[in-house]
């Protein structure tokens, strides 16, 4: 998902995370704590700190169904989390 995406975009996602991820009170420095928030929120989950570490420096985006799951955990929008937007431009 993320390999069309420029560094910038992807930047810009890690920073949307952080903040939503800080609002929504888990610590965005802490994978570990990222972990243990998305397992409460669903016990399904299976997705390991070093991939939430890649999430939180903007080197990997999580999968269409994961990005709904963390954009649910920090009370956003998917497309928001994702894209900055909240609707898809054609």
């Not at 890690?14 to 994978?31: E, I």
């Not at 299976?46 to 420096?57: M, V």
């Not at 998917?78 to 900055?84: A, H, K, N, T």
Request: proline letters at 6%.
């Amino acid at each position: 998902m993320s390999a069309h995406l420029s560094f910038k975009e992807r930047e810009e996602f890690s920073q949307r995370l952080r903040m939503s991820l800080q609002k929504a009170g888990v610590n965005p420095d802490s994978p570990t704590q990222f972990h243990r928030a998305l397992q409460l929120a669903d016990e399904t989950v299976r997705i390991s700190p070093s991939t939430i570490y890649r999430w939180l420096l903007g080197d990997s985006l999580p999968s269409e169904e994961n990005m709904k799951i963390v954009a649910n955990l920090c009370n956003v929008c998917p497309q928001w989390l994702r894209s900055g937007r909240t609707t898809v431009e054609i």
